[in-house]
Each structure stands twice: as C-alpha cells, then as structure tokens.
C-alpha cells in the first residue's frame, strides 16, 4: 500500500512569490498534521486536522501560511509572499483515529522548500 | 500546554556499549509519549510509544524507553549501541485528557555511534 505522499519533493522559489505544498495521505487516515522541519529547530507543528472537526491551526507562524483539506484526503499547505525564513523541509503525516489519540504518525518524505 | 525537552543536541556514544537519548515531557494530563527516528536521507520513522501499563516499553531495532511520572522523563535507551543507530531521535507527546489534541515533537537528538 501506498504510504504518505508530498509533492513536489523540492521546492525552489523566488522571495515574494506564493508556493503550494501538497500531501496525499494514506487511505483511511482522517487525521493529518503538517510539520517544518529547519536546522537546528526540530519538528515544529503548523497545522492539524482530524475528520470534520474545525482544524488547530495553532501553530501557523503567520497569516501568510493557510492550508486546507479538501474531501476529509488531499491537503494543500500554501504559503504566499514567501519570505527567506520559509526555507525548510515542510512534512505532512496521517494517522488513524482511534480513540484517545494512541495511534502513531505516518510521515512522508516532505518538501525541501528554498526561497531565495 | 504541552511541551517536549530534548537538552542534548548530540550524544555520541561507542559501538557496543549502552546508550540513553534524554526526553523529558510537560502536559496537563496525562501523556501519551512516542519515540521518533530520521535515519540520514529517509523520513521520519515510528520507533516506540507509552499509553498506559508497563512502564518499560520495547520497540523497534532493540530499542525500549522508561516512562518515569515522577520526574516526567521518557528517555530511549539500548543496551549495546550499532553504527547503524546513527540517526536523528525525536521525542513526542500528546495530552490523552480528552479530545483531539496534536503531537508536540522535541527538537531532535543526533546519535553519532562511533566504530
């Protein structure tokens, strides 16, 4: 079975310009986060969704970050007026929802993202 | 709020002897706790996790990791360490007190197992 999916794998932008991250996560799985991962910063959570509830969008660095899940499968992380900052591997993972949150975390392989 | 403390950023360690990655945790609840690993140029792996009951749990690859209430620590240990053990280690935790709540990862131990 297919695992976790991240278009494109690298990512390579101009300072200023809108980019579009896409996951594919696996069948199934109704709950999906997005995650940056920079040197030296270790996972930091951006967004997470679970089935139909609304979204914790707690961890967005700034309202130039939004994303959205489309049909409870497909997410779409974009980030508009990219910043050098942005630079970073960006990961998405699913995970089953069982009860009280056990279920562990299926991660991609990510989007390198450079901004220059 | 919940949060993660991983306070080596490295921990090197000789091939063949025991080695321990410190995690120490903060929740209002109670925890789930996990143990992620990033093997160089491949993604982030499920290595281990804690819900409830024993408080040593085993996992992948001859790991296993104590979950210790009273100082909030979850620390990953292996008895004999394998350069092949060379990886990123992340520490994670989710509050089980209710509801659907993210998982808060750590910022990541590098493990250097020298032959």
């Known amino acids: 079975g297919a695992g976790v999916s991240q ?18 996560p696996i069948s199934g799985h109704t709950a999906l986060y997005w995650y940056r991962q920079s040197l030296g910063q270790g996972l930091e959570f951006l967004i997470y969704f679970q089935g139909n509830s609304a979204p914790d969008k707690s961890g967005l660095p700034s309202d130039r970050f939004s994303a959205e899940r489309t049909g409870g499968s497909v997410s779409t992380l974009t980030i508009q007026r990219t910043q050098q900052e942005d630079s970073a591997v960006y990961l998405c993972a699913s ?8 279920e562990k975390l299926f991660f991609g392989s990510g989007t390198q993202l450079s901004v220059l | 709020a919940q949060s993660v403390a991983q306070p080596e950023d490295q921990v090197n360690v000789a091939e063949g002897n025991p080695l321990t990655v410190k995690c120490t945790y903060s929740v209002s609840g109670n925890p789930y706790l996990f143990w ?24 992948s690859y001859g790991f296993e990791a104590e979950f210790n209430k009273s100082q909030t620590s979850f620390h990953l240990k292996k008895p004999s360490a394998l350069v092949s053990d060379s990886a990123l280690y992340f520490c994670a935790v989710r509050d089980n007190s209710g509801g659907y709540q993210k998982v808060t990862f750590g910022t990541g131990t590098k493990l250097q197992v020298i032959p």
């Open chain 1, 7 to 24: 278009s494109p794998s690298n990512k390579v932008t101009e300072k200023g310009k809108d980019v579009e991250l896409r996951c594919d």
């Open chain 1, 95 to 102: 995970s089953l929802p069982r009860t009280g949150g056990r």
């Open chain 2, 36 to 59: 992620y690993v990033q093997y160089p140029n491949r993604g982030l792996q499920f290595l281990l996790k804690y819900i409830t009951g024993d408080n040593l749990v085993k996992g």
